[in-house]
């Protein structure tokens, strides 16, 4: 008998993963209640994004039978939101992003909502989350009626950590601090062939994933190395340079899409540990680059406080979409709600509803009538 398992058909794990994945969240969050002193009881809700496994928000043919039926555009995020509900014993909201995408929207970014309430100020700046996928927010002067903007700007660290993985065949996975990448020089011909891609030059509102930015893209860019008569291995700073340098360059371009020059640029997500990123987002804009913890919020943690604060406006009857950031026609309820199991979940969402405005810390959002 072989010592290699058969997987088959991977798909079919997904329901399990999910379940691993909420056992982990379940262990995470006791204790982060243990080490705040908090206890269940003081919870109003728990949100959870969950693990893309699908982030497709346009028309597309289905894959298995090319031309009918076609999708209108999914995004689906594996969670299970039913332990958590149990567990904690508070409504779990998951899912966030599907409702928007039937509005007319692509589902993403959703967390320019929380960057609006937390880094908004008298001059106009803008809020860079780099993650797999880096994305960018602009957030106008207060005192401006200038609609927010935000969108993908292109691969955030899901390229580099993919490399940095194969290159050293999987002993590492991502280039700690950009030491590698700040010791190589960019191979001008590959730059030029990646920043080629057509989404570059796409105008907001936009959105990527990791079916254009993850491992297929990788194979493709070994493929364009070997036309170029360059080997990676041979050369693995110069080619860890050259993807880290797609990704400030593409961010630079980025701004061109803004409505005004912004006067710093605030970053957070696990970008912010990559030194050398950072110093080229400064050198190529010409702009202050500032870690979000000089304002107070720990850069990895940004996602996490969005999608809590996401959830409230959810169970308050408010949209956590902002129009001008995903292209949707209308407002809408963001998410689906899973409700305590045994409870009086109706008196329990009428309570959050009347206490959500004291959590909410930016007013504006009114509720969507019904």
Same mark, same amino acid.
């Given at each position: 008998?072989?010592?290699?398992?058969?997987?088959?058909?991977?798909?079919?794990?997904?329901?399990?993963?999910?379940?691993?994945?909420?056992?982990?969240? @379940?262990?995470?969050?006791?204790?982060?209640?243990?080490?705040?002193?908090?206890?269940?009881?003081?919870?109003?809700?728990?949100?959870?994004?969950?693990?893309?496994?699908?982030?497709?928000?346009?028309?597309?043919?289905?894959?298995?039978?090319?031309?009918?039926?076609?999708?209108?555009?999914?995004?689906?995020?594996?969670?299970?939101?039913?332990?958590?509900?149990?567990?904690?014993?508070?409504?779990?909201?998951?899912?966030?992003?599907?409702?928007?995408?039937?509005?007319?929207?692509?589902?993403?970014?959703?967390?320019?909502?929380?960057?609006?309430?937390?880094?908004?100020?008298?001059?106009?700046?803008?809020?860079?989350?780099?993650?797999?996928?880096?994305?960018?927010?602009?957030?106008?002067?207060?005192?401006?009626?200038?609609?927010?903007?935000?969108?993908?700007?292109?691969?955030?660290?899901?390229?580099?950590?993919?490399?940095?993985?194969?290159?050293?065949?999987?002993?590492?996975?991502?280039?700690?601090?950009?030491?590698?990448?700040?010791?190589?020089?960019?191979?001008?011909?590959?730059? @030029?062939?990646?920043?080629?891609?057509?989404?570059?030059?796409?105008?907001?509102?936009?959105?990527?994933?990791? =079916? =254009?930015?993850?491992?297929?893209?990788? =194979?493709?860019?070994?493929?364009?190395?070997?036309?170029?008569?360059?080997?990676?291995?041979?050369?693995?700073?110069?080619?860890?340079? $050259?993807? $880290?340098?797609?990704?400030?360059?593409?961010?630079?371009?980025?701004?061109?899409?803004?409505?005004?020059?912004?006067?710093?640029?605030?970053?957070?997500?696990?970008?912010?540990?990559?030194?050398?990123?950072?110093?080229?987002?400064?050198?190529?804009?010409?702009?202050?680059?500032?870690?979000?913890? =000089?304002?107070?919020?720990?850069?990895?943690?940004?996602?996490?406080?969005?999608?809590?604060?996401?959830?409230?406006?959810?169970?308050?009857?408010?949209?956590?979409?902002?129009?001008?950031?995903?292209?949707?026609?209308?407002?809408?309820?963001?998410?689906?709600?899973?409700?305590?199991?045994?409870?009086?979940?109706?008196?329990?969402?009428?309570?959050? @509803?009347?206490?959500?405005?004291?959590?909410?810390?930016?007013?504006?959002?009114?509720?969507?009538?019904?």
């Amino acid at each position: 008998m072989s010592g290699k398992s058969d997987f088959g058909d991977p798909s079919r794990f997904i329901p399990d993963l999910a379940d691993l994945f909420s056992q982990r969240e @379940e262990q995470v969050g006791q204790a982060l209640l243990e080490k705040s002193g908090f206890t269940a009881r003081d919870l109003s809700a728990i949100g959870t994004h969950g693990v893309t496994v699908r982030h497709q928000p346009g028309p597309h043919p289905f894959e298995p039978f090319p031309g009918k039926p076609g999708i209108r555009g999914v995004s689906y995020q594996f969670s299970n939101p039913f332990h958590l509900a149990r567990t904690f014993r508070t409504p779990v909201v998951s899912q966030f992003r599907g409702a928007d995408l039937v509005a007319g929207g692509c589902g993403a970014p959703l967390a320019p909502v929380l960057h609006r309430a937390l880094f908004t100020a008298n001059e106009p700046r803008a809020f860079l989350n780099i993650g797999g996928i880096a994305n960018l927010t602009f957030l106008p002067d207060s005192r401006s009626e200038t609609p927010v903007i935000a969108f993908d700007t292109g691969p955030g660290n899901m390229l580099l950590d993919l490399a940095v993985l194969r290159l050293t065949q999987g002993q590492q996975s991502f280039d700690a601090q950009g030491q590698w990448s700040q010791s190589g020089q960019v191979i001008i011909p590959l730059l @030029e062939k990646l920043r080629s891609d057509p989404f570059f030059s796409l105008y907001p509102p936009k959105s990527t994933g990791a =079916e =254009e930015w993850g491992a297929g893209r990788l =194979e493709q860019v070994f493929e364009d190395c070997t036309t170029l008569a360059v080997d990676p291995y041979d050369r693995p700073q110069d080619f860890l340079a $050259t993807i $880290t340098e797609l990704t400030a360059s593409e961010i630079e371009g980025a701004l061109r899409f803004l409505p005004e020059p912004p006067a710093r640029i605030i970053v957070g997500g696990g970008g912010v540990n990559n030194h050398f990123l950072l110093k080229r987002i400064g050198e190529r804009t010409g702009l202050p680059v500032q870690s979000s913890l =000089e304002f107070g919020f720990p850069p990895q943690a940004i996602e996490s406080i969005a999608f809590a604060y996401l959830s409230l406006l959810t169970l308050s009857g408010r949209s956590g979409a902002i129009r001008t950031v995903t292209g949707a026609r209308e407002e809408a309820l963001l998410g689906q709600i899973t409700p305590v199991p045994g409870e009086p979940f109706l008196a329990f969402l009428r309570d959050v @509803e009347a206490r959500a405005d004291i959590h909410l810390p930016s007013p504006d959002r009114p509720k969507i009538s019904s």
